[in-house]
C-alpha cells in the first residue's frame, strides 16, 4: 500500500453508500490522487468497478481481505 494514498473506512455500509460516498471523497481530491475504499458490502465488488467505469477513475487494484474487499482508486481527471 501507498503511504500517499488515503484510506477510507466505508465498512458496515450497503449498497449506494460505499459509491455515493467514494463520489464525493474523490471530488475532492486532485486528478491523479489515489484513494483505498475499504468495504463489506459483497456489492461493492460489482459496484465499485462500474463507478470507477462511469466516473472516468482508474480502479488499480482489489484486494479481498478478511470480512470484505479493498479498492485502490485513482482519481481520473473529469
Not at 17 to 43: F, S
Not at 72 to 77: K, N, T
Amino acid at each position: 500500500m501507498s503511504a500517499l494514498s488515503e484510506i477510507y473506512d466505508l465498512k458496515g455500509l450497503k449498497c449506494p453508500l460505499p459509491v455515493l460516498k467514494a463520489r464525493k471523497r474523490l471530488q475532492g481530491m486532485a486528478p491523479g490522487g489515489r484513494l483505498w475504499l475499504e468495504t463489506t458490502d459483497p456489492l461493492a465488488t460489482i459496484d465499485i468497478p462500474a463507478f470507477c467505469n462511469e466516473d472516468g477513475h482508474r480502479l488499480i487494484e482489489t484486494q479481498t481481505v478478511p470480512g470484505g474487499h479493498r479498492f485502490l482508486i485513482e482519481r481520473g481527471a473529469s
